[in-house]
Nanobody, 120 residues
């Protein structure tokens, strides 16, 4: 089983920036796609950004041009740089990974979430 631990959330003013990190540890043969999701109160969890093992990225329209997803495969760590934050970005942000604990077995794992609050 892989453990995903997010960090970097907090309170920031509109227009500000935050950088989230997600560190994976445990039984890892390889990690395929990783992604960030978020869930605001009363809303469904939604995809924010995803990055493949080859660093191909995709973003929700609402964050394009403001958020940047990246990963360091050597450290099994993923990042989300969030700039020009808006109040509507307020949510709990979750890390997600599609990984192989050993060849031919693919599993998914979720982090515990980190709160991001954008408010003046």
């Amino acid at each position: 089983q892989v453990q995903l631990v997010e960090s970097g959330g907090g309170l920031v003013q509109p227009g500000g920036s935050l950088r989230l990190s997600c560190a994976a540890s445990g039984s890892i043969f390889s990690i395929n796609a990783m992604g960030w999701y978020r869930q605001a109160p009363g809303k469904q969890r939604e995809l924010v950004a995803v990055i493949t093992s080859g660093s191909t990225t995709n973003y929700a329209d609402s964050v394009k041009g403001r958020f940047t997803i990246s990963r360091d495969n050597a450290k099994n760590t993923m990042y989300l740089q969030m700039n020009s934050l808006k109040p509507e970005d307020t949510a709990v942000y979750y890390c997600h990974a599609n990984y192989l604990p050993k060849p031919s077995i693919t599993l998914i794992s979720w982090g515990q979430g980190t709160q991001v609050t954008v408010s003046s």
